[in-house]
């Protein structure tokens, strides 16, 4: 029963995870666009665009880069089917920041000056958000003393009231993550970046769509990390994910962009004050 449990999990991701991450994109740009004072596209414009890449020609400057994106895809895919079907968190994250690394070799081998500085911006925003992401981690297996996804969500109390500072600094790292304002360096869903799209820039066609869909994925598997905070109560920790990107979509339509030295630098205070603090609290108190 466990095993059909599992198969069904992954199907429901497999499946449902970038239709879900594309319904998300729609909204944000519809939301995106009311907030601009604009009527904004359908709320079904990403499978649209998506739809329309697959038809267009994939003109590359060194074929090997699409290579890294498929490998960037299939990483991502792999990350979320362990995390749905309740695997080892930690190798949740590698396995995600494995997926990041082949997304910066692919800006790296187009050799384009966009695309190069694209993927040197993704490189920073590594370096800023993963410690943040990793005591996360930590954090959930002080109070449950299991790395399992499975065990989290089973705990019979919320997380958020034992890792608040925890769930804060993610809060604060998941605008680099969703690739919003101020923190959009390496590469932007809107039309408002100033190296053109940056690290996607020489991408184009399929490769284009699929680099799409690998994010739509990823957005999903990060919503499940908020979701892990209020896992005792599915209904509450699905709406908690809901706001928390509806929040995002706010910050993207109200800070401009920052420069790298603050991201870099405001990210890491904030893991050492909300994360590393609240995992000392918690090392006291327990």
């Known amino acids: ?75 991502v895919i792999v990350t979320g ?7 080892d968190l930690l190798l949740v994250i590698f396995a995600l920041t494995l997926a990041g690394i082949f997304f ?19 490189l920073l925003q590594m370096l800023a958000y993963e410690p943040m992401i990793i005591l996360a981690a930590i954090g959930m297996y002080m109070v ?10 089973a705990h019979p109390t919320a997380l958020i009231t034992t890792l608040p500072g925890i769930f804060l600094g993610f809060l604060y790292i998941l605008t680099i993550k969703f690739r919003k304002s101020p923190f959009d360096l390496s590469l932007s869903h809107h039309a408002h970046q100033e190296i053109v799209r940056g690290i996607a ?11 799409e869909i690998a994010h739509w994925y990823e957005n999903v598997i990060l919503l499940g990390f908020i979701y892990l905070f209020f896992a005792n109560d599915p ?20 800070f401009a962009r920052a420069k790298w030295q603050l991201m870099v630098k405001s990210s890491w205070i904030v893991t050492l004050v909300l994360g590393m603090g609240n995992l000392l609290i918690l090392s006291f108190v327990r």
């Open 1 to 75: 029963m466990v095993t059909v449990n599992r198969v069904l999990l992954l199907f429901a991701f497999l499946v449902g995870a970038p239709l879900l991450g594309g319904l998300l994109m729609g909204i944000d740009r519809k939301i995106s666009a009311r907030l601009q004072g604009r009527f904004g596209p359908p709320i079904l414009q990403p499978f649209y665009d998506v739809g329309k890449l697959f038809l267009k020609q994939t003109l590359v400057v060194r074929r090997s880069q699409n290579m890294f994106i498929v490998f960037f895809l299939v990483f």
């Open 81 to 87: 089917a362990i995390f749905f079907v309740g695997g």
């Open 104 to 122: 910066v070799l692919a800006g790296y081998k187009s050799s384009s000056p966009y695309s190069f500085i694209g993927a040197q911006r993704e």
């Open 144 to 153: 449950t003393k299991s790395f399992s996804v499975a065990a989290i969500i």
């Open 201 to 211: 820039t020489e991408f184009s066609g399929p490769t284009l769509a699929l680099i």
């Open 235 to 254: 209904i509450l920790a699905a709406l908690a994910a809901a706001l928390v990107y509806f929040l995002e979509i706010i910050i993207d339509n109200t």
